[in-house]
């Protein structure tokens, strides 16, 4: 797992839990889970404590249901990101 793979994007916890994407900010606000400050002042979940949240938070099943639905979101920003890598960016657009 590449180091971007080990954190999620506040639009993907959002989208796990089902919530406003401002909502994981909050969280980290009021000690719930913590996060990572990119240069450009966003944040970045840890992928083990958003998978701890998960499980804490859902029964068993729903919870096996989320972890596949983020490790699915992780390897659809890997793939974007090797594509961009291989054509350049902007290039998935240009194929449209």
């Known amino acids: 797992m590449t180091d971007r793979a080990k954190y999620l994007l506040s639009s993907e916890v959002a989208a796990l839990f089902e919530v406003s994407s401002r909502t994981p900010p909050r969280w ?15 944040n970045r979940y840890p992928v083990e404590e958003i998978e701890a949240l998960i499980r804490d938070h859902y029964t068993e099943s729903y919870a096996g249901k989320k972890l596949r639905e983020m490790a699915a979101m992780i390897d659809r920003r890997q793939c974007d ?16």
């Open 28 to 42: 980290v606000n009021e000690g719930k889970i913590s996060s990572l400050k990119t240069p450009g002042g966003h």
């Open 81 to 96: 990101e090797l594509w961009a890598a291989a054509h350049g960016p902007g290039a998935a657009d240009k194929d449209q």
